[in-house]
């Protein structure tokens, strides 16, 4: 199972993946910096800088998992 999440900024990715494999929420993860996001907020068309976040995990754990990173 893959989790997928963005962050704001690398830093964040990285405290919040080193807890997820520390507590083996996830086997491995993965992090992608430099993603640009466009959505729409609030009726305006928006532009992020987001680093994303991959977890590898089990069916088993993803929902763990998934409430780490809310927790974080």
Known sequence: ???YTTFP???AAEQAGRLLVEQ???G???ILPGMVSLYVWE???????EVVLIAK???EAANAC????LAV
Do not use: P
């Open 1 to 3: 199972v893959l989790v």
């Open 66 to 69: 998934m409430a780490a990173i």
């Open 57 to 59: 995990t089990t069916a």
């Open 24 to 26: 083996r929420h996830a």
């Open 43 to 49: 009726g305006q068309l928006e532009r992020a800088n």
């Open 28 to 30: 491995c993860i993965n």
């Open 9 to 11: 900024d690398l830093g």
